[in-house]
């Protein structure tokens, strides 16, 4: 078993800590926030881990089947996984809803109105537990249990 490199346990808890506080991992009460917000935050996530590893020069891989999954492997599960079937479903049906806003409407009023809305939190409410795995995994990798407390 090969020990994380510096810089893979550096990437590891920058991501750690930027996944702990987005939405996906907090909970998203039912009649609160935004589900526009919360599309737009799991995706600059997914840039986010993207430019942590080119920072770092670490490029995402699958699984190598080892015991200890890689910074690598798990950023692949969190971006290609996780992250993009979430928003790949949801971005565009959102967008076609948005896109029916009358003037006299608010952005927030109109979402809340949504049919697919109770879908889409229910959803989201699902990525809790995958993203929770990878946040205790970069934990593991980063050597900190940030995201042990956090996520509770």
């Known amino acids: 078993m090969t020990r994380p490199s510096q810089s893979e346990r550096v990437a590891a808890y920058d991501i750690q800590v930027e996944l702990v506080t987005r939405i996906g991992v907090q909970e998203l009460a039912l009649g609160t926030g935004s ?57 565009p049906r959102l967008a076609v809803y948005e896109t029916r806003c009358p ?6 009023d109109h979402e809340a109105a949504w049919p697919d809305a109770a879908s889409m939190r229910a959803e989201l409410s699902a990525l809790r537990a995958p993203l929770q795995r990878i946040t205790e995994g970069l934990g593991r990798i980063a050597g900190a249990d940030f995201g042990a407390w956090a996520t509770k």
Do not use: K, M, N
Request: net charge negative.
């Open 103 to 108: 003037a006299s409407t608010t952005p927030l």
């Open 35 to 91: 589900l526009r917000e919360a599309l737009d935050s799991l995706t600059s996530l997914s840039d986010f881990t993207r430019s942590t590893l080119h920072t770092y020069g670490i490029e995402p891989e699958r699984d190598s089947g080892t015991e200890t999954p890689s910074v690598q492997s798990i950023a692949h599960t969190l971006i290609h996984e996780t992250i993009t079937p979430f928003t790949g479903t949801w971005h």
